[in-house]
């Protein structure tokens, strides 16, 4: 058994009190943060952050502090900040978590970046399968705005932010930071080519950042701690917690909030109770976009660079566990239609690439695949990681290359002998 | 409740986001709701109102998979496809649903009252297989449930 333990930062409130309750928000400390930060220069927010090292958790891992730094300084007439909400890796529903049960915190955060990087305008862009979840939102904002924290002049600092709910309309490639400024601009959620990034010409062109609900919850507690002692909590140098919700073949289907330098293992036999209907055979951590890992793995702690250089990644912290009993291939080529049906097409890398590596995961599981389609897939997955114009594009083939690197007696087995 | 479509209806639904400048997903949303497709012609009226090309605009209405530009039925069923909800059993779940019903996936009862769709995660993966029904998720059903569930609607 495990030894691991729970840290609750940004699930800190879970349960703890009615959502809908700014005074029971304000009771557990809520909105202290928004008014130190209010006392504060732009520039010595950033460094707390920077002290912090917070970096991203909706799985590209970039640090916050950084981001903020490109466009805070940015002279501009409007600036925006968006949350992005649009949480779609399937196995994947921390961002639910914190919306419908804590939906204060990410407003008072968002209160905080606008006023750190010069934004009065703020959207959360949530997926449209989270009805509740924009609900809880535009409650809390209601409720924000009673108590004078939202709108003009906030709490006397001369400050004006305002904040709005933007539904998603079931569109994975939505998740992508430039795709949701495309969709709030009324068009197909299709990424930009960068440069410019975002932070420099973002939404209706002007400066915007983009950052996940789970990276600006973590916000208000560096705030009112420190960014020391945030920075002396899990891995060195992915620091905090991470909020990891399991599914699959697992006892406990469930959600914890865990230093970063938690163990896969601790995570799915300590939290999660073990394996059910049979024994482990691979586990994949990151939503559909991450890899599919073998036992050796294991022992590989969940901050973003020990998965990294294990060949997984940590994605969004979703933990689907596959049991011995299950047809591995299978599951491998439901991964690789996923991206079929998710694709925006702009870029042809993606658009053609999921559809071809799909059609070969289909060849295996039929036993017509040859040791030539094999190589051929696993070429056309190296230009897919290379040259697709988005994180989707480039993070679709992992299922499927990760599966042939530490699965690779799997694909033999099915594939034509003497081909 | 699906509302007959009339001009005037869709005239005033539109006019509520026509000075919003991120209004266009917004106004498809509330057609949406309403009527449960977008009409051709509200796709006309929303390049009126917005000055932006009908082609543009049936763009985005055919980009978002929770737009149609054909009728759906009165209650749209979706059953999540993705992984974690296709090892607990959703294949079962939709045939279960489709021999109920007598249409496949992808098709509208002649009733008008259910369609049948398949749809990727919708983030309750703690309970799969997950299917949604006017977007209320149900988990966990066994297939001797479906008919009451049905007879619900």
Known sequence: MSLAKEQRIVLNNYDKINPASIDEYIAQGGYQALKKALTMSSAAIIDELKASGLRGRGGAGFPTWLKWSFTAPIEADQKYIVCNADEG?????????????????????????????????????????????????????????AAGMMGKNILGSGFDFDLEVFSGAFAFVCGEETAIIESIEGKRGEPRIRPPYPGTVGLWGKPTVINNVETLANIPAILNN?????????????????????????????????????TLYDIIYGFGGGVTGGDFLAVQVGGNSGGVLPESLLNTPIDFDSMMAAGGSLGTGAVFVINDKRDLLDVVKNMAHFFTEESCGKCTPCREGCQRLYDFMVKVCDGKATVKDLKIANGLARVMNKSALCGLGQAAPTPVQTAIKFFGNKFEEKLLQNS | MVDSYTNVSVDKIIAEFKDVKSGLLPALHAIDEKYKV?????????????????????????FYAKFAVNQR??????????????????????AAFEK???????????????????????????????????????FNVSIEEIPEILARF
């Open chain 2, 38 to 62: 977008i009409p051709e012609e509200a796709l006309v009226k929303l390049s009126q109102v917005f000055n932006i090309p009908v082609s543009q605009i049936y763009g985005v209405a055919t």
């Open chain 1, 89 to 145: 890796e399937p196995g994947t529903y921390k961002d639910r978590l914190i919306m419908d049960k804590d939906p204060y915190r990410l407003i008072e955060a968002l209160t905080i970046a606008g006023y750190t990087l010069g934004a009065t305008k703020g959207y959360i862009y949530v997926r449209g399968e989270y009805p509740q979840s924009q609900q809880s939102l535009n409650t809390a904002i209601t409720g924000t705005k």
């Open chain 2, 100 to 138: 109920q019903l007598g249409i496949k996936a992808g098709e509208t009862t002649l009733d008008g009252k259910f369609t049948l769709e398949f749809c990727q995660c919708v983030g309750m993966c703690q309970e799969a297989p997950v299917f949604t029904i006017n977007q209320q998720p149900y």
């Open chain 1, 226 to 262: 420190g960014g020391k002692w945030f920075a002396s909590i899990g891995a060195v140098k992915y620091p905090g917690t991470k909020i990891m919700t399991l599914s699959g073949d697992v006892v406990n289907k469930t959600f914890v909030e865990v230093p970063t330098d938690t």
């Open chain 2, 73 to 94: 039925g009165k209650n749209v069923i979706r059953f999540c496809e993705s992984a974690p909800c296709h090892i607990a059993g959703a294949a079962e779940l939709v």
